[in-house]
């Protein structure tokens, strides 16, 4: 089978799109619909089934999928590994992270990167973590830079690098703030502005609760961390937030019973071989000091 071809066919798939298969790939739409055809050609049946404008994968199609992507995977772990015998630090190197650490812990580190190792072409892709853990596990990024997961993929790999210590925070004049002595009980009295339920930070925070028996009062939910704290700071609910995003303008609560930190880190496949660039990026990370 031609390596373009089923290059096509996954990006079809997986954009269930000929027009944005053809933006992502830098090619035609007619170039990618002849990639596709001549695919079924050689294998003599229908990968799609075209009805209007919508595309849908058939039962043949479905099935191909799953070797498509390890195909193409292996060719790209061959093409690492016969690179990597250079011991030249260069090419592109594809990484998800969060805006969270994109915003607070990357920049110093990429600074760094950049400086040392020029010739490696950053394709920074900001995501939610659990998104990106997910990207890095099918293979399409080589690296994921996020809050790691409590139970990883088992295909995945992780490495802490920074400890996240998270506290339980308030608008200053929030009633919770009047009480001498806070419980993990009085918590569910009042309003709470939590991130999405199934994020990684949430599952942190639930397991707590979940020792205390909570039922708690969730008002609003939202994966971005920046607007949970501006949220917070008006008054509109209490949050657990990163120790390193707090200010005067928010409040910690002292809570018997009650003490949160979550990991960030790396995350790799372990059945790929990493790019010398993605092993430059993790030294990188791992001696950074930021």
């Known amino acids: 089978m031609d390596i373009a071809n089923l ?9 269930g799109s000929f027009s944005q298969a053809s933006e992502q790939l830098y090619l035609t739409q007619p170039a990618v619909s002849k990639r596709i055809s001549a695919l079924e050609t050689e294998l003599d049946i229908a990968l799609f089934d075209r009805i209007g404008r919508s595309i849908n994968l058939t039962e043949a199609g479905r099935a191909l999928l799953q070797h498509a992507r390890r195909i193409l995977q292996q060719v790209e772990d061959s093409k690492r590994a016969i690179r990597n015998l250079s011991g030249h630090i260069a090419g592109k190197l594809s990484i998800g992270t969060s805006h969270h650490i994109g915003l607070h812990r990357l920049p110093p580190v990429l600074r760094a990167f950049t400086r040392l190792y020029p010739e490696v072409e950053l ?13 890095v596990e099918h ?25 996240d210590p998270l506290d339980i925070v308030v608008n200053p004049g929030h009633p919770l703030t009047r009480l001498k002595k806070i419980q993990p009980e009085d918590l569910a009295n009042y309003t709470s502005i939590l991130p999405t339920r199934g994020t990684y930070t949430r599952q942190i925070f639930e397991a707590t609760l979940r020792k205390h028996k909570l039922e708690l009062k969730v008002g609003l939910s939202t994966n971005y961390l920046e607007t949970i ?9 209490w ?3 990163p120790r ?11 809570i018997k019973g009650i003490q949160l930190e979550r990991q960030l880190g790396m ?3 372990s059945g790929h071989t990493l790019s010398n660039a993605a092993k430059a990026m993790s030294e990188t990370l791992l001696n950074s000091n930021y």
Do not use: Y
């Not at 690296?143 to 992780?158: H, M, S, W």
């Open 7 to 15: 290059t096509a066919f996954v990006s079809v798939a997986e954009t």
């Open 123 to 135: 394709d920074l892709h900001f995501m939610d973590s659990e998104e990106a853990c997910s990207e």
């Open 139 to 163: 293979g399409r990024l080589e690296l994921g830079i996020v809050t790691l997961p409590l139970q990883p993929a088992n295909v995945l790999q992780t490495r802490e690098v920074w400890p």
């Open 229 to 237: 704290k501006m949220m917070v700071s008006v008054g509109l609910g």
């Open 239 to 241: 949050s657990v937030l």
């Open 244 to 254: 390193s995003m707090l200010g005067d303008e928010l409040t910690t609560l002292s």
């Open 267 to 269: 995350v790799w496949h």
